[in-house]
Each structure stands twice: as C-alpha cells, then as structure tokens.
C-alpha cells in the first residue's frame, strides 16, 4: 500500500481558490493573464525592457543616492558601487547574452537513440514573486528584477518594510517603466508578504535570513512553487602565514565594514594562524583607521561609513557585544557604541570563548571575531563543524595552502585573496548551500532560475527505431532488448 499524505488532498486549496481568497487575487490574475503574451516576445521587446531599466537608473542616481542616504545614512560612493554599478552590470551583461540564452540549445545523440534530434528550449516559468531584503534594498530587488525580465516573467517585487525611502523609490521605479499586470511592487510588513506567499507563484526569489527563508520555503511547497533562496550564514575568512598581511587587512576592512557589516557576504569571523596574529591585527586597526578615520576626526565622524538600519538591529548588535565582552571577550579595536545615531564603530573581538553569541549568531553588523589556529586540518574542522556559509575567504599565497581549504570546505562561493567582490561577478553563479540558500542567481545562472528548461526530443515519421522493441515481447524482441542492454 502507498503511504498517505499527511492531510488529505481534497484540505488543500486549490489555485483557483487561493487566487479568490486573497486579497492580491486580482492583482495576481491579471499577472498571469498577461504571461502568454510575455512568454511570445523575442529578443528585441525584453532587451527594450533592460534598456528602459538601465536609462531610468542613470536618470535617477541622485534620487538612489538620497533613499539610500535617508534610510540608514549610506555614503553616496558605496550607492554608487553596491546598489546603482552592480545592478548595471547586471543589466548589460544580460542584454549581451540574452539572445544566446533564448536560443534553444542543441544537445548530443546516442547510438540508442539513432534518428532523433533533440534540444534544450527554455521558457519562462510564468508569474513570479521577489521577496528583497533590507541590507541592499535596490540592487537586491533591481537584480532579480533583470533575470525574471529577461527570462521572461510577470513580476511581483515584495520591497523591505525597513527601509521606506528606497522602497517608495522602487515603486516610483516600477510605475514608471512597466505595466502593472507586467511588474508590480507592492509594499507593506510580514502580513502583506505572509499573503503574497500563500499564492500559487510559478517560482519564488527569496534574499533574507535562514529562518525566514524556511517560512518562505514552506509556503512555496503548498503550490510546489519553484524556489530560489539566497540566505546568510556565518562566513569565514582564513588567514594563513603565507599571506601578505597589509593586503589581506585591507581587503577584509573593506568587505567586512561595508555598508556597515550589514551584507549577507561579509566576512562573519577571521581564522588567522597564530604566528602572525599580532601583525595582522596591527595591519586591521591601521586599514581601519586610514578608511575611516584618515584626518583625525573620529570615525564616528565619517562620511564613508552607513549606520546599522533601525533602533531594532542596533540593539542586537549592541547585545551581541556585551555579551562578548562579559564573557571575557578582548576589544582589540573599536568597541564605541551611539544609540542616538545607530552607531557602532568597526570594532575587533580577541580572546572570545565558545559560547559567545557573537561566534553562534550571524552577525550582520561591524563586529569582528578574531580567533588563531596553528594548523590548517583545525580551521576545516571548526568551519565544518558549523551550518555552510554562504561565503570562504582564503588569504594565502601557498597554491598548496589554498586548493586544501577550498577543497576541504563547503560554501556557496568563495573568494582567494579578496572578498565579496565574487558576488558581483556576472559570470558566477552565487547563491548558498544548505542552511546558507538554495538555488543560484546572477548572469545565466539567473536566467535559468526563472526559466523552465524544456527537454525535445524529435523523431522522424515512419522511423523503426524503437518500434522494433514494442509489444508483444516475443523472442525475438527481447534479444534486440538484450542487445540493446549490453552494447547501447
């Protein structure tokens, strides 16, 4: 006997049911109405839609740089960097490829299957959800946006409630440049996007926390709703003795205290080996000090560092560090905190025990754990005895050193002598694995996430082939079967 499912099928809405009860039902159908005529346009009609995309964002830089500024103080330069170029590059390498990711793909023939041609065809998967998160409010609901345009979708774009300045941008954005049976962008907080998700979305593209992608994850299994989860974990960057130390500092300052530590791909703790400990920390706090504080004036007086994003995420974070600090946990740098301007200097963390909150929790702030090793066999060890991140950092200048952590570690991407800047790769995938995401996005790897690859096959009219083995299963034929087993 089969075994039964938990609740009996009839308990379960359907589509259509779910679609009337809703209160985005309507919304929502005229979305999907609108898909054949998506599904039926070429080349030219989605590269015009980029292109429409890519004017309204250098035509706006200005009022990106103002929504950015008026949610959590983010410096023009990092907009310019994080949220307006990455999104752009996005946009053109996609128009660039697009008509070779359309095209349907030629695929090889066995011997068995003599006479048949066959073929890849992608097509659009239909009308599509993305849920964007806080951290980088434009450019992760913008890159999405590309990929589920290019592929071909009617798009629902769910903004953080968080940050309200980009959020009303982006709806300026969407009404501007789309139909709203095309794209529409509907704001609001968990209750809008807990009834966004209870419908029959052909895919789902999540950016957020590991326990809220679950929720996400859950709903989507009640229409078997496609799924692309890009979610967070605690990231690690290894440091070994080999490394060119100045270099190394640098480079972790920049990816660890960008827009404040508030990125998914920031470095979460440093595993540095314990003969060059002292030096690195040295060449931390100077790297530190030359980005933040280059004339004297305090780096709470930077214009080149963001604030955490609200009073709730300032809290957290200022927990997490005096909980740190009680359980012995050393300041080696930083440590100053404002409630008042949601401010928390970049700060180092030595000497901090097992059990800390700041080594358990992702950190998502300018907090930065930095614990020694002595051989490389205890840093695979303590990584992989943890969830998967997201992302590995390796600053080493052994080959040797290198191909063993990243062959000995699993994580959604990884960076060799550098850090984040793989996520704004157009060519790599990226994405997570296991508690770290689902699913890949960015370039082809986006494309396909919001397309369906459909399978051809072809066969001539009138060919044997195959028909030589059908029914009944005579003597004769299973020998051509047996022949089939052992040769074919």
């Given amino acids: 006997m089969p075994e039964t499912v938990a609740a009996p099928l009839e308990s379960l809405a359907s589509p259509t049911q779910a679609i009337a009860a809703n209160r985005y039902g309507a919304a929502f159908e005229a979305l999907r109405q609108r898909t054949p005529a998506l599904r039926q346009e070429g080349v030219a009609a989605r590269r015009a839609r980029l292109q429409k995309l890519g004017d309204w964002l250098h035509a706006h830089r200005q009022d990106i740089h103002q929504a950015l500024l008026a949610d959590f103080r983010k410096p023009a330069a990092e907009t310019d960097l994080t949220e307006i170029w990455t999104s752009l590059v996005e946009l053109k390498h996609t128009s660039r490829h697009l008509k070779k990711w359309m095209a349907p793909r030629p695929v090889g023939t066995s011997m068995a299957l003599l006479g048949t041609r066959a073929w890849v065809q992608v097509e659009p998967k239909g009308v599509v959800l993305i849920i964007a998160p806080w951290n980088y409010p434009f450019y992760l609901a913008v890159g999405p946006l590309i990929s589920a345009l290019a592929a071909g979708n009617?798009?629902?774009?769910?903004?953080?409630?968080?940050?309200?300045?980009?959020?009303?941008?982006?709806?300026?954005?969407?009404?501007?440049?789309?139909r709203p049976d095309e794209v529409l962008l509907l704001q609001g907080d968990k209750e809008v996007a807990t009834e966004l998700l209870k419908l029959p979305w052909d895919h789902i593209f999540f950016t957020g926390s590991p326990e809220v992608g679950k929720i996400v994850m859950r709903a989507a299994a009640q229409h078997l709703s496609g799924l692309t989860l890009e979610l967070g974990g605690k990231n690690p960057?290894?440091?070994?003795?080999?490394?060119?130390?100045?270099?190394?500092?640098?480079?972790?300052?920049?990816?660890?205290?960008?827009?404040?530590?508030?990125?998914?791909?920031?470095?979460?703790?440093?595993?540095?080996?314990?003969?060059?400990?002292?030096?690195?920390?040295?060449?931390?706090?100077?790297?530190?000090?030359?980005?933040?504080?280059?004339?004297?004036?305090?780096?709470?007086?930077?214009?080149?560092?963001?604030?955490?994003?609200?009073?709730?995420?300032?809290?957290?974070?200022?927990?997490?560090?005096?909980?740190?600090?009680t359980r012995g946990a050393?300041?080696?740098?930083?440590?100053?905190?404002?409630?008042?301007?949601?401010?928390?200097?970049?700060?180092?963390?030595?000497?901090?025990?097992?059990?800390?909150?700041?080594?358990?929790?992702?950190?998502?702030?300018?907090?930065?754990?930095?614990?020694?090793?002595?051989?490389?066999?205890?840093?695979?060890?303590?990584?992989?005895?943890?969830?998967?991140?997201?992302?590995?950092?390796?600053?080493?200048?052994?080959?040797?050193?290198?191909?063993?952590?990243?062959?000995?570690?699993s994580a959604g991407g990884a960076g060799v002598n550098e850090t984040v800047l793989h996520f704004a790769h157009p060519e790599l995938p990226t994405g997570g694995v296991g508690n770290s995401g689902l699913g890949k996005a960015h370039g082809h790897s986006g494309f396909l996430a919001f397309s369906n690859e459909k399978g051809v096959l072809r066969q001539r009219v009138g060919f044997t082939g195959i028909k030589a083995m059908y029914p009944p299963y005579t003597g004769k034929v299973q020998r051509l079967i047996d022949w089939l087993v052992k040769y074919l």
């Fill in 154 to 178: 009617a798009v629902v774009i769910k903004p953080a409630e968080q940050t309200p300045a980009t959020s009303a941008l982006l709806q300026k954005m969407c009404e501007d440049l789309f």
């Fill in 330 to 409: 050393t300041v080696a740098a930083g440590g100053t905190v404002d409630a008042l301007q949601n401010y928390i200097e970049p700060t180092l963390l030595t000497n901090v025990p097992a059990g800390a909150r700041v080594l358990e929790e992702e950190i998502f702030g300018p907090l930065l754990p930095v614990l020694t090793f002595k051989t490389l066999p205890e840093t695979t060890a303590y990584i992989n005895a943890r969830l998967k991140p997201l992302a590995q950092y390796v600053f080493s200048t052994s080959a040797d050193n290198r191909r063993y952590l990243l062959e000995n570690v």
């Fill in 237 to 325: 960057a290894v440091v070994d003795e080999t490394a060119n130390l100045r270099d190394a500092a640098e480079k972790i300052v920049w990816g660890k205290f960008l827009n404040n530590g508030q990125t998914c791909v920031a470095p979460d703790y440093l595993l540095v080996q314990e003969s060059v400990q002292p030096a690195l920390l040295r060449e931390l706090t100077a790297a530190i000090q030359r980005a933040y504080n280059p004339t004297g004036a305090g780096i709470e007086r930077s214009e080149s560092l963001a604030r955490i994003v609200n009073q709730h995420h300032f809290a957290r974070l200022a927990g997490l560090l005096e909980d740190a600090q």
